[in-house]
Protein backbone atom coordinates (compact mmCIF):
# COMPACT_ATOMS: atom_id res chain seq x y z
CA UNK A 1 0.00 0.00 0.00
CA UNK A 2 1.43 3.24 -1.24
CA UNK A 3 1.97 5.94 1.61
CA UNK A 4 -0.40 8.79 1.55
CA UNK A 5 1.29 12.18 0.17
CA UNK A 6 0.98 15.63 1.51
CA UNK A 7 -0.51 17.40 -1.81
CA UNK A 8 1.07 20.35 -0.59
CA UNK A 9 5.09 19.63 0.05
CA UNK A 10 4.58 16.11 -2.09
CA UNK A 11 6.20 14.45 1.32
CA UNK A 12 4.55 11.90 3.55
CA UNK A 13 1.53 12.79 5.69
CA UNK A 14 4.32 11.84 8.64
CA UNK A 15 6.83 13.56 7.17
CA UNK A 16 5.30 17.08 6.15
CA UNK A 17 7.51 19.38 6.25
CA UNK A 18 4.70 22.49 5.35
CA UNK A 19 4.86 23.32 9.01
CA UNK A 20 8.10 24.96 8.52
CA UNK A 21 7.09 26.88 5.90
CA UNK A 22 7.82 30.76 6.25
CA UNK A 23 6.22 32.94 3.72
CA UNK A 24 8.86 35.15 2.45
CA UNK A 25 8.37 38.00 -0.27
CA UNK A 26 11.85 38.18 -2.48
CA UNK A 27 12.83 40.76 -4.30
CA UNK A 28 14.58 39.00 -6.90
CA UNK A 29 12.75 35.80 -8.34
CA UNK A 30 14.45 32.52 -7.53
CA UNK A 31 14.49 29.71 -10.68
CA UNK A 32 15.48 26.11 -9.16
CA UNK A 33 16.47 23.69 -11.68
CA UNK A 34 16.14 20.59 -9.79
CA UNK A 35 17.98 17.24 -11.11
CA UNK A 36 15.96 14.66 -10.64
CA UNK A 37 17.85 12.37 -8.05
CA UNK A 38 17.10 15.53 -5.46
CA UNK A 39 13.40 15.72 -6.25
CA UNK A 40 12.24 13.30 -4.26
CA UNK A 41 14.97 13.28 -1.67
CA UNK A 42 13.30 13.92 1.77
CA UNK A 43 16.94 15.51 2.99
CA UNK A 44 16.70 17.89 0.14
CA UNK A 45 15.79 21.30 1.22
CA UNK A 46 14.77 23.10 -1.90
CA UNK A 47 11.02 21.71 -2.00
CA UNK A 48 11.24 23.75 1.52
CA UNK A 49 12.49 27.02 -0.09
CA UNK A 50 10.34 26.80 -3.25
CA UNK A 51 7.27 27.02 -0.77
CA UNK A 52 8.66 29.68 1.33
CA UNK A 53 9.19 32.29 -1.13
CA UNK A 54 6.73 34.23 -3.04
CA UNK A 55 9.29 34.43 -5.89
CA UNK A 56 9.68 31.24 -6.96
CA UNK A 57 9.56 28.61 -9.41
CA UNK A 58 10.93 24.83 -9.33
CA UNK A 59 11.60 22.91 -12.84
CA UNK A 60 12.94 19.67 -12.23
CA UNK A 61 15.03 17.82 -15.17
CA UNK A 62 18.64 17.60 -15.96
CA UNK A 63 18.38 18.40 -19.74
CA UNK A 64 16.15 21.06 -21.45
CA UNK A 65 16.00 22.16 -25.06
CA UNK A 66 17.47 25.80 -25.72
CA UNK A 67 14.00 26.82 -26.40
CA UNK A 68 12.69 25.81 -23.11
CA UNK A 69 15.37 27.14 -20.86
CA UNK A 70 15.60 30.50 -22.40
CA UNK A 71 11.82 30.52 -21.92
CA UNK A 72 12.46 30.23 -18.25
CA UNK A 73 15.37 32.24 -18.21
CA UNK A 74 13.77 35.21 -20.27
CA UNK A 75 11.05 35.36 -17.59
CA UNK A 76 13.27 38.31 -15.82
CA UNK A 77 15.59 41.01 -17.55
CA UNK A 78 18.76 39.67 -16.04
CA UNK A 79 19.56 36.15 -15.44
CA UNK A 80 22.47 35.65 -12.42
CA UNK A 81 23.89 31.43 -12.04
CA UNK A 82 24.71 30.93 -8.14
CA UNK A 83 27.29 28.77 -9.11
CA UNK A 84 31.33 29.24 -8.37
CA UNK A 85 33.81 29.83 -10.55
CA UNK A 86 34.95 26.71 -12.96
CA UNK A 87 38.07 26.93 -15.13
CA UNK A 88 37.24 24.84 -17.67
CA UNK A 89 33.93 27.04 -18.84
CA UNK A 90 34.46 30.70 -17.93
CA UNK A 91 31.70 32.57 -17.08
CA UNK A 92 31.03 36.88 -16.44
CA UNK A 93 31.25 37.39 -12.76
CA UNK A 94 28.33 38.89 -11.54
CA UNK A 95 29.61 42.54 -9.96
CA UNK A 96 28.83 43.08 -6.26
CA UNK A 97 25.69 45.15 -5.94
CA UNK A 98 27.77 48.21 -4.35
CA UNK A 99 29.05 48.69 -7.35
CA UNK A 100 25.55 49.14 -9.19
CA UNK A 101 23.42 51.94 -9.18
CA UNK A 102 20.61 51.64 -6.66
CA UNK A 103 17.95 49.28 -7.73
CA UNK A 104 14.37 49.71 -7.27
CA UNK A 105 10.83 48.50 -8.28
CA UNK A 106 11.07 50.17 -11.33
CA UNK A 107 14.04 48.34 -12.59
CA UNK A 108 15.22 45.63 -13.99
CA UNK A 109 13.51 42.22 -13.07
CA UNK A 110 16.51 40.19 -11.99
CA UNK A 111 16.37 36.21 -11.25
CA UNK A 112 18.79 33.80 -9.78
CA UNK A 113 19.47 30.56 -10.73
CA UNK A 114 20.37 27.83 -9.11
CA UNK A 115 21.19 23.93 -9.61
CA UNK A 116 19.35 21.75 -7.62
CA UNK A 117 21.76 18.45 -7.46
CA UNK A 118 25.10 17.32 -6.17
CA UNK A 119 28.32 18.64 -7.26
CA UNK A 120 29.13 16.10 -10.17
CA UNK A 121 25.42 16.36 -11.33
CA UNK A 122 25.17 19.81 -10.73
CA UNK A 123 28.64 20.03 -13.18
CA UNK A 124 26.99 17.51 -15.59
CA UNK A 125 23.83 20.03 -16.05
CA UNK A 126 25.75 22.98 -16.30
CA UNK A 127 27.18 20.88 -19.68
CA UNK A 128 24.62 20.09 -20.90
CA UNK A 129 22.25 23.04 -21.09
CA UNK A 130 24.13 25.89 -23.17
CA UNK A 131 22.21 28.39 -22.28
CA UNK A 132 23.40 28.63 -18.58
CA UNK A 133 27.22 29.26 -19.82
CA UNK A 134 26.49 32.49 -20.61
CA UNK A 135 24.70 33.61 -17.55
CA UNK A 136 26.98 36.00 -15.43
CA UNK A 137 28.10 33.73 -11.94
CA UNK A 138 27.57 34.79 -8.31
CA UNK A 139 29.83 32.80 -6.55
CA UNK A 140 29.50 33.05 -2.19
CA UNK A 141 32.29 33.80 -0.47
CA UNK A 142 32.47 34.26 3.53
CA UNK A 143 29.06 32.57 4.38
CA UNK A 144 28.23 31.43 7.98
CA UNK A 145 28.86 27.64 8.85
CA UNK A 146 26.08 25.80 7.47
CA UNK A 147 23.49 24.45 9.78
CA UNK A 148 22.74 21.68 7.01
CA UNK A 149 23.07 18.53 9.89
CA UNK A 150 21.42 16.05 8.12
CA UNK A 151 23.81 15.30 4.93
CA UNK A 152 27.22 15.35 4.63
CA UNK A 153 29.08 18.05 2.98
CA UNK A 154 32.11 16.90 0.98
CA UNK A 155 34.08 19.97 1.09
CA UNK A 156 34.45 22.91 4.18
CA UNK A 157 31.97 25.38 3.58
CA UNK A 158 29.53 23.97 1.48
CA UNK A 159 25.91 25.12 1.83
CA UNK A 160 22.57 23.49 1.33
CA UNK A 161 20.46 24.66 -1.46
CA UNK A 162 18.31 26.22 0.90
CA UNK A 163 21.02 28.25 2.95
CA UNK A 164 22.85 29.06 -0.07
CA UNK A 165 19.91 30.77 -1.86
CA UNK A 166 18.82 32.50 1.08
CA UNK A 167 22.54 34.31 1.49
CA UNK A 168 22.73 34.92 -2.29
CA UNK A 169 19.02 36.38 -2.51
CA UNK A 170 19.87 38.64 0.50
CA UNK A 171 23.19 39.28 -1.13
CA UNK A 172 21.80 40.69 -4.31
CA UNK A 173 19.04 42.48 -2.27
CA UNK A 174 21.36 44.59 0.05
CA UNK A 175 19.86 43.12 2.67
CA UNK A 176 16.63 44.43 2.39
CA UNK A 177 14.79 41.30 2.74
CA UNK A 178 14.99 39.15 6.58
CA UNK A 179 15.40 34.97 5.40
CA UNK A 180 16.34 34.80 9.21
CA UNK A 181 12.82 33.07 10.00
CA UNK A 182 13.58 30.83 7.53
CA UNK A 183 16.75 29.60 8.52
CA UNK A 184 15.46 29.30 11.80
CA UNK A 185 12.56 27.09 10.23
CA UNK A 186 15.39 24.88 8.44
CA UNK A 187 16.99 24.04 11.85
CA UNK A 188 13.77 22.72 13.12
CA UNK A 189 13.60 20.32 9.11
CA UNK A 190 16.86 19.30 10.43
CA UNK A 191 15.86 18.22 13.57
CA UNK A 192 13.16 16.59 12.41
CA UNK A 193 14.56 14.62 9.98
CA UNK A 194 17.03 13.11 12.52
CA UNK A 195 14.08 12.02 14.56
CA UNK A 196 13.54 9.51 11.88
CA UNK A 197 17.18 7.96 12.67
CA UNK A 198 17.48 4.92 14.42
CA UNK A 199 18.54 5.02 17.75
CA UNK A 200 22.32 3.92 18.18
Not at 164 to 170: E, G, N, S, T
Amino acid sequence: MSRALCPRCERPERACICHWVRPIDNGVSLLILQHPDEAHRAKNSARLLDLSLQNSQRVVGEQWSDAALGELLNRADESILLYPETDDLPAPRYPDPNDLTERNDTGPRRQLVVLDATWRKSRKMLYLNPPLHALPRLALTDTPPSRYRIRRARKPGQLSTLEACCYALAHLEGERVDYEPLLDAFDGFNDQQLAFRPKP
